[in-house]
């Protein structure tokens, strides 16, 4: 599976926008976004629409194609009223169809420009079950205040209104875990008019509710801001791709794997080392941190499981798609944004034609060929660890790491901890992705180009991997307040008093 580059994008839906991760100093000569016009604006949402319904696997699993029809019309229509780029990054249509991985990227003259033309909302916050708390110390609002309101509208019908920037698969609500981190950007594109920000906040420890004026901030600052976020913690293991701790004290190992998008060897290496240190320490357990995992190859996944399996085990998935050509060749283009060539299209048909086979469902569902090389039974590394296993997950376990919690599940394997998986139990669509560039706004439409589901399901019912434990909310607030992991923090204090 392909994981989305997070680096560029102000739509984003498996993995989130990077805020201001450019230059913000726009010419005035080269304003670009006030010459895009209505016909622009509304001709590139016709595409995507167009493209979503000839491209996109398996488009009417959470809608069907009469309400889309009318929801995209709405939409359409509230664009064609207020025709400007901001209005389309909000009512894009493929907020409609629920699916963690598409995604739309502006082009970097476009970010640019965007991003120093918005005034922010000043603070990063944490967002948690509904609820947001500051996330900075030093603040005119302490570190780990709860907001009650802003610009007088509750917190909750603020989240609401950004619901539709939480990618997440079906019926999943925890696309908050992503978009927390670019809460300043989101909110500030919903309410680029109001400033400053006037702010209700609840009293830490007291059930008092104070009241404050909040300038906004320029793009500088709040990019400043949001490097200075105080959550995650583990802020270290989040910047590679594997890492390892190992508490003595507790005989615990901690693993944390932000991706499966690793070659087998390089994977191998990480997950053998890790293990065979744990097992000569003689630790009882080990705790896998998959929280900011957004995905990979499944076989990744699959070989993580074989240390911690104590049986051979079921290693089952495949792929399935509506489509197996390209829709609009015209449009489609590499990641250098070179279009597709004859032969890249030749290619293209040559590669899902041999692969995949039209079922009797009118699906082209993957074929011996797709799967050669899959091992179905797979069984326990030489490595493999015996004691108890946690892991934690959360709205930012996306694809493969989804897979990887199933596998613990399904085979009893350990207690998962956190909250809701991003992407679903049942299904997802990943793999192989096309990217079209649309004429108008010079945007990158990127959409998967299969749905991989497991253990040959054949229902989907719209959630992920649930949790055996989700962290209390008094202990979650308790330990952010005292600048803690909250889902690593209450893990530890399980196994002590186990």
């Known amino acids: 599976m392909k994981i989305h580059n997070n680096s560029r994008a102000i739509c984003r839906l498996a993995a989130g926008i990077a805020l201001l991760c450019c230059t913000l100093q726009v010419a005035a000569q080269d304003k670009k976004i006030a010459a895009l016009t209505k016909e622009a604006l509304l001709t590139d949402f016709d595409l995507i629409v167009n493209i979503l319904k000839q491209q996109h696997p398996n488009l009417y699993k959470f809608t069907d194609s009469v309400s889309f029809a009318h929801q995209t019309d709405s939409l359409r229509k509230v664009i064609a009223q207020q025709p400007t780029l901001i209005n389309f990054l909000q009512h894009l249509p493929n907020y409609l169809v629920k699916d963690v991985h598409l995604s739309l990227n502006l082009s970097d003259d476009y970010e640019k420009e965007l991003n120093a033309t918005l005034q922010y909302f000043p603070y990063p916050v944490v967002i948690e079950r509904d609820r947001?708390?500051?996330?900075?110390?030093?603040?005119?609002?302490?570190?780990?205040?709860?907001?009650?309101?802003?610009?007088?509208?509750?917190?909750?019908?603020?989240?609401?209104?950004?619901?539709?920037?939480a990618y997440s698969d079906g019926y999943i609500t925890t696309g908050t875990d992503r978009i927390a981190r670019n809460f300043q950007f989101y909110f500030s594109l919903h309410t680029q008019k109001n400033q400053p920000y006037q702010v209700a906040y609840k009293e830490t420890g007291t059930n008092k509710t104070r009241q404050?004026?909040?300038?906004?901030?320029?793009?500088?600052?709040?990019?400043?801001?949001?490097?200075?976020?105080?959550?995650?913690?583990?802020?270290?293991?989040?910047?590679?791709?594997?890492?390892?701790?190992?508490?003595?004290?507790?005989q615990t190992g901690l693993l944390t794997v932000n991706t499966f998008s690793l070659n087998e060897s390089a994977a191998y290496k990480e997950f053998s080392q890790f293990f065979r240190e744990v097992n000569k320490r003689q630790y009882k357990q080990v705790i896998i941190d998959i929280r900011n995992n957004g995905g990979g190859n499944p076989a990744i996944a699959a070989l993580l499981y074989s240390f911690l399996a104590k049986a051979p085990f079921r290693n089952v998935y495949n792929y399935r798609t509506k489509t197996i050509s390209i829709s609009y060749p015209e449009y489609a283009t590499d990641d250098n944004n070179r279009r597709y060539s004859e032969e890249d299209i030749r290619s293209d048909k040559n590669f899902y034609y041999q692969r995949f086979d039209k079922d009797s469902t009118g699906f082209y569902v993957g074929n011996n060929r797709l799967k050669e090389g899959l091992l179905e039974d797979f069984p326990p590394d030489k490595d493999a660890f015996h004691g108890d296993v946690y892991i934690l997950t959360g709205g930012g376990t996306v694809s493969a790491a989804t897979y990887f919690a199933?596998?613990?599940?399904?085979?009893?394997?350990?207690?998962?901890?956190?909250?809701?998986?991003?992407?679903?139990?049942?299904?997802?669509?990943?793999?192989?992705?096309?990217?079209?560039?649309?004429?108008?706004?010079?945007?990158?439409?990127?959409?998967?180009?299969?749905?991989?589901?497991?253990?040959?399901?054949?229902?989907?019912?719209?959630?992920?991997?649930?949790?055996?434990?989700?962290?209390?909310?008094?202990?979650?607030?308790?330990?952010?307040?005292?600048?803690?992991?909250?889902?690593?923090?209450?893990?530890?204090?399980?196994?002590?008093?186990q």
């Open 132 to 165: 947001v708390f500051i996330n900075i110390k030093g603040a005119a609002i302490p570190y780990g205040t709860e907001l009650i309101s802003i610009n007088n509208i509750p917190v909750k019908k603020v989240l609401d209104e950004l619901a539709v920037h």
């Open 212 to 250: 404050i004026t909040l300038p906004a901030v320029d793009p500088t600052t709040a990019y400043h801001a949001t490097s200075q976020a105080v959550l995650p913690v583990n802020v270290l293991q989040r910047a590679y791709h594997i890492y390892d701790n190992f508490f003595d004290a507790s």
């Open 406 to 497: 199933s596998l613990v599940q399904k085979n009893q394997r350990g207690t998962i901890i956190g909250k809701e998986t991003g992407s679903g139990v049942a299904a997802t669509t990943a793999a192989w992705f096309i990217t079209y560039l649309l004429p108008g706004t010079q945007s990158r439409l990127s959409i998967p180009r299969a749905e991989l589901y497991f253990f040959n399901a054949t229902t989907d019912n719209g959630h992920g991997i649930l949790p055996d434990q989700e962290v209390p909310l008094s202990s979650f607030i308790r330990y952010m307040q005292a600048g803690k992991d909250p889902e690593l923090s209450y893990t530890l204090e399980v196994l002590r008093k």
